[in-house]
């Protein structure tokens, strides 16, 4: 019989969700303005776009909701956020 092996933590750099979230929020703000200049898609494609830059504000409020509360130590907060 062996012990399950300890999994180690992943780097910070690799959990950390700032890269993505930046990444996303440049390409929906390039995709509303090449939308928006040429008026590429449709007629949604705009709706589209300004939606997708407004989730990833919500996304963005609730990560940073998330990191005051782990800092000042709320119950419910998520674990693992430094």
């Known amino acids: 019989m062996s012990a399950t092996p300890e999994i180690p933590e992943l780097p910070r750099a ?3 969700p ?3 979230i930046v990444v996303g929020m440049v390409a929906w703000v390039v995709a509303t303005v090449l939308v928006a200049v040429t008026d590429l898609g449709g007629d949604r494609a705009l709706q589209i776009c300004l939606v997708g830059l407004a989730v990833g504000l ?4 609730i990560v940073l909701v998330q990191r005051a ?3 000042r130590g709320d119950r419910g907060a998520q674990e693992g956020l430094d």
Request: avoid cysteine.
């Open 69 to 71: 509360g782990v800092r």
């Open 58 to 61: 919500l996304g963005t409020t």
């Open 14 to 16: 690799l959990r950390a």
């Open 18 to 20: 700032e890269p993505v």
